[in-house]
Antibody
């Protein structure tokens, strides 16, 4: 059974960057395709990007192109999502999630607050 | 980009009654559709994948149907723990793997 444990809440100023981690247990990261989803306060779920095993590449939602970078450290089975040039609209809970058909494993979420 | 539209936005149902939630795709997603349940302060939980296959540990009162552009999630007899927000998501044609805007199932 896959378990995903994310890093703690962050408070950032506009223009800064944030890097959220997602530690995998129960499987190795190389066995999974990790994706990231965010949820602004009181809003719905928004897909940010994820690994495509068919292409062997990470694919990003167009909305975040140029601002988001998703990386993996297979030596520690930890995935990372870095979002730069933060603005107030980026205040949200960020989730890592994985699954073959739909996401059957989710991290607990990381609240990122962007405020001056 | 495929747009997923859920209806209704809010569904008021009494415990023990049936709930029927709809999800429509702007173009065909075949059967590559998932349903999730989310309770306040929690991560979403996968209920259904492949439009109609229950995920591990999901009670039989949850069922999914449809293909192409029209999908339905049915909860046959609502229990107290089923009051939550439900999202559909397509994973047929991505990026992006779009979610619907959600349906809140509340106690009538």
């Amino acid at each position: 059974q896959v378990q995903l444990v994310q890093s703690g809440a962050e408070v950032k100023k506009p223009g800064a960057s944030v890097k959220v981690s997602c530690k995998v247990s129960g499987y190795t990261l190389t066995e999974l395709s990790m994706h990231w989803v965010r949820q602004a306060p009181g809003k719905g779920l928004e897909w940010m990007g994820g690994f495509d095993p068919e292409d062997g590449e990470t694919i990003y939602a167009q909305k975040f192109q140029g601002r988001v970078t998703m990386t993996e450290d297979t030596s520690t089975d930890t995935a990372y999502m870095e979002l730069s040039s933060l603005r107030s609209e980026d205040t949200a809970v960020y989730y890592c999630a994985t699954g073959v058909w739909g996401y059957d494993a989710w991290g607990q979420g990381t609240l990122v607050t962007v405020s001056s | 980009e495929i747009v997923m539209t859920q209806s209704p936005a809010t569904l008021s149902v009494s415990p023990g009654e049936r709930a029927t939630l709809s999800c429509r795709a702007s173009q065909s997603v075949s059967s590559n559709l998932a349903w999730y349940q989310q309770k306040p302060g929690q991560a979403p939980r996968l209920l259904i994948y492949g439009a109609s296959t229950r995920a591990t540990g999901i009670p039989a009162r949850f069922s999914g149907s449809g293909s192409g552009t029209e999908f339905t999630l049915t909860i046959s007899s609502l229990q107290s723990e089923d009051f939550a927000v439900y999202y559909c998501q397509q994973y047929n044609n991505w990026p992006p793997r779009t979610f619907g805007q959600g349906t809140k199932v509340e106690i009538k």
